[in-house]
Nanobody
Framework: QVQLVESGGGLVQPGGSLRLSCSAS????????MGWYRQAPGKERDLVAK???????DYADSVKGRFTISRDNAKNTVYLQMNSLKPEDTAIYYC????????WGQGTQVTVSS
């Protein structure tokens, strides 16, 4: 059974930082493409960032230069470091894994507000 468990969301002021973590089980993590998506109220779920098994990364234009995705294969964990946060980054953030299928975490709320 595949499980993805996110943590690290919360309330932060504009310009602040948060680090999201996603711990995976039930897959051979080092072979999986791991990603972070987000969904704001009334909007579709969109890709934020992804990292392949070889470490190649890809980012949405809106977060380039502010967010960094990384993975620790020894810990079966993927991270999303978010800096210079803006109110428009407010959303539920979902961890995803692509490995013989597509899997999702339950989501973690990120709210950027003063």
């Amino acid at each position: 059974q595949v499980q993805l468990v996110e943590s690290g969301g919360g309330l932060v002021q504009p310009g602040g930082s948060l680090r999201l973590s996603c711990s995976a089980s039930g897959i051979i993590f080092r072979f999986a493409v791991m990603g972070w998506y987000r969904q704001a109220p009334g909007k579709e779920r969109d890709l934020v960032a992804k990292v392949t098994s070889s470490g190649r990364t890809d980012y949405a234009d809106s977060v380039k230069g502010r967010f960094t995705i990384s993975r620790d294969n020894a810990k079966n964990t993927v991270y999303l470091q978010m800096n210079s946060l803006k109110p428009e980054d407010t959303a539920i953030y979902y961890c995803s894994a692509k490995y013989s299928g597509d899997y999702w975490g339950q989501g973690t709320q990120v709210t950027v507000s003063s």
